[in-house]
């Protein structure tokens, strides 16, 4: 992990407290995978937007052996200095190194070292837009969450660190170790949907009165409720088409996609305690049947409730 002054604190200790949760098992002793180090201009300790002082292992000289390297986001490395030491440091080292992520506005660093020229990335939704000026040899995807494009990951902001890392453990060491850190964080380990149910909803939740954006909250905590386009658009006053229209142009989705969305999130939530049945979750957000609700969650994360459910428990088993 690289460090600066003005670095953002979650995405350095997002992803490191998720690398410094993996356990894996090496005969019959769960034991840490990663060793983490933190590098900074100079080896000093530097200082995160929010004031933290973060005191880091190493400075930016000499030869570095990583299997995988972090560049944080945070306004420090929009700094010219900043981005030319830490931009010709990555550049420098690249060929040796695995693997080469960033989280968030990282992509100001990383991307300006060339590396990223001409692959799909990803970053803050709120800086795509100049990342993708600044550099125009990127093919920008304003929604992800976090895109993989050969030996490089690129995240969107602050807490897409955290989905990012996950996904490297599951890629290193496999599902049950990522589940168990998923659960030690208390996050998902794969959340449904991009950026647009981040940024665009929450905002209108914010700062409008839109009858139709204030439904959101509302349908979370009504899963079980009629859900359908009919009813929906009762409660928003308006007729089902212009409502449909209307939903669609404020989430990026229609109406049914926001709701099953939504449910197979919450039951993914729910699947991690053994307390209810795999019928009891279907009918507890809102699925009519459990054969809909196992094709719906099959279809969108690629294994079934019940198998989801056995690995989740292997690997909090395996962690304690």
Not at 200 to 213: F, G, I, K, N
Request: glycine share 8%; proline share 5%.
């Amino acid at each position: 992990m690289v460090g600066y002054d003005g670095v953002t604190a979650l995405d350095v200790t997002g992803a490191t407290e998720a690398f410094a949760a993996a356990r894996v098992d090496e005969d019959g002793v769960m034991v840490p995978p990663y060793e983490i180090v933190v590098f900074s201009p100079g080896g000093k300790p530097f200082t995160a937007e929010s004031g933290v002082t973060i005191k880091p292992h190493r400075g930016l000289d000499g030869e570095a052996d990583l299997d995988t390297l972090i560049i944080p986001g945070g306004c420090g490395l929009r700094d010219p200095k900043v981005n030319r030491r830490v931009a010709a440091w990555v550049r420098a080292h690249a060929p040796r190194i695995r693997r080469i992520a960033s989280v968030c506005t990282g992509i100001y660093g990383l991307a300006a070292t060339g590396l990223l020229d001409g692959r799909r990335v990803t970053t803050h939704w709120r800086f795509a837009r100049d990342v993708a000026d600044r550099f125009p040899a990127l093919k920008m995807d304003s929604n992800a969450l976090f895109v993989k494009d050969g030996p490089f990951y690129t995240s969107a902001g602050v807490t897409a660190g955290i989905d990012l890392a996950l996904a490297l453990i599951e890629e290193d060491h496999g599902l049950p170790t990522a589940l168990a850190v998923a659960r030690e964080l208390v996050v998902y380990l794969k959340r449904p949907g991009g950026q647009e149910q981040y940024s665009e909803p929450l905002q209108y939740q914010v700062e409008s009165s839109d009858r139709v954006a204030d439904l959101a909250a509302w349908i979370r905590g009504h899963l079980r409720h009629d859900l359908s386009v009919e009813a929906l658009a009762e409660k928003a006053c308006l007729c089902p088409r212009q409502f449909t229209r209307r939903f669609t142009e404020v989430f990026k989705r229609t109406p049914a996609a926001f709701v099953e969305d939504t449910r197979l999130a919450e039951a993914q939530r729910r699947l991690s305690s053994k307390s209810s049945t795999i019928e009891g979750v279907a009918v507890s957000v809102g699925f009519r049947s459990a054969d809909a609700f196992r094709r719906a969650f099959e279809r969108r994360f690629g294994i079934t409730p019940t198998n989801y459910r056995m690995q989740f428990t292997r690997a909090v088993r395996g962690k304690g």
